[in-house]
């Protein structure tokens, strides 16, 4: 293996892993003026393919459209995104619908498909002066003799090597995360024994509602990704999910219409090959190092039944830039991986997100918990918060600004 030494060889900002967190974090913080490497397998300045998340679609929170705008993206994330206007949540016969009229924002949501929103990314990428990319992966994190984070960088499929130096080192390669291993920041994980089954469905049911259906340990979401279409995100037990993949689209079609009747059934029909993921909620022990950063689903991931977690991940991205900004403005020479903007960083982050994961985590277990008793009290809570605006205003402000 030879070492190329090139031209850009120190950066203040180094980004690992080529997901849509990372991608944003590198344009947002290009757009400060910092110096950016991205450095992520099979990425160049066109879209790679990425087939196993073509049908994932996102529910992306209010409070993160701030993200885009200070991207200068928020009119074109509006043009490939579908309003969610409402909302309703189902167990048997009850039914909670939640509307954007209770909603400062105007809506409740906003849905769009992955290859969407990572073409739009990748797009802001090339119009970048301080952003550069390379295509390969870190197997070696350290620090230099001056302090700085220095990372190891193999290219060419492993043939080649590159030495970096960066001020700050954002980990931001997902939820199995090699850089992660090689800082050995020590995780946890709670295994659901759960797959989510993703799919496309064309559609004809009333457009800009999304609906869930809570069925024992099972969810079923179907988001509006446009006027006559939805995405379906359906977590189930994990030797279901594996059955269901097997015996393919006719099966799916018996298993939706035992929890979500004949009536919706006869309103959408699959449009798109099936893929599943499998779901856990994943810890770290801590948010930053010395130079370095953990966020999305580096950091932090969540069950997919409140629709949160690249939410979360892109709300880490901002409240980082937030930090920047602050330190910014303190007269002093600006130090992008300073100790005091990670320690900052941590504590608006740490508590916050092990608070939403616990929460989600509760809604999960209170769901899924069997039983007369437990039904009843569902049931009935979900009636009395459908017959209070007060209680429904609270609960879409709460959940709009949870991140």
């Not at 509006?78 to 105007?106: A, N, R, T």
Request: aromatic share 8%.
């Amino acid at each position: 293996m030879g070492v190329i030494k090139f031209e850009n060889d120190s950066f203040d900002i180094v980004i690992t892993g080529g997901g849509v967190p990372a991608l944003a974090g590198a344009v947002i913080f290009s757009k400060l003026g910092l110096k950016v490497l991205l450095v992520a397998r099979g990425f160049g300045k066109s879209v790679k393919k990425d087939t196993a998340r073509k049908n994932i679609s996102y529910a992306i929170s209010p409070s993160n459209i701030k993200l885009f705008e200070r991207c200068g993206l928020k009119e074109e994330f509006f043009k490939i995104s579908e309003d969610v206007s409402e909302m309703h949540l189902f167990e048997d016969d009850s039914c909670l619908k939640l509307s954007s009229d209770l909603s400062p924002h105007g809506y409740l949501s906003k849905i769009v498909y992955h290859d969407n929103l990572y073409r739009l990314l990748v797009g802001a990428t090339q119009s970048l002066k301080t952003f550069h990319s390379i295509d390969g992966s870190i197997d070696d994190i350290g620090y230099t003799a001056n302090g700085q984070c220095r990372v190891r960088v193999l290219t060419g499929g492993k043939k080649s090597i590159r030495k970096i130096q960066a001020n700050l080192l954002v980990v931001a390669d997902g939820a199995s995360s090699v850089s992660r291993h090689i800082l050995k920041i020590p995780w946890g994980i709670k295994n659901y024994c759960q797959k989510a089954v993703l799919a496309n469905f064309s559609s004809a049911l009333q457009p800009n509602i999304a609906r869930q259906w809570f069925s024992g340990d099972e969810v079923i979401a179907l988001l509006p990704t446009s006027k006559n279409s939805v995405s379906m995100v359906w977590s189930q037990n994990q030797l279901r999910a594996e059955r269901l993949m097997r015996e393919g689209k006719s099966r799916l079609r018996a298993e939706l219409s035992r929890i979500l009747g004949t009536s919706i059934m006869a309103q959408i029909e699959i449009n798109s090959e099936m893929v599943s993921t499998p779901l856990s909620m994943m810890t770290v022990d801590k948010l930053v190092s010395r130079r370095i950063v953990l966020l999305g689903d580096s950091a932090h991931t969540v069950h997919p039944l409140a629709g949160l977690g690249l939410n979360i991940g892109l709300f880490d991205i901002l409240t980082l830039v937030n930090e920047f900004e602050k330190e910014m403005q303190v007269d002093r020479p600006f130090d992008v991986g300073s100790s005091a903007i990670l320690g900052s960083y941590m504590r608006a982050r740490l508590l916050k997100t092990r608070a939403i994961q616990s929460m989600i985590d509760t809604i999960k277990v209170g769901f899924s918990t069997g039983g007369y008793a437990a039904k009843f009290l569902r049931t009935k809570g979900m009636s009395i918060l459908q017959q209070s605006d007060f209680f429904k205003r609270y609960i879409v402000k709460f959940a709009s600004s949870i991140l």
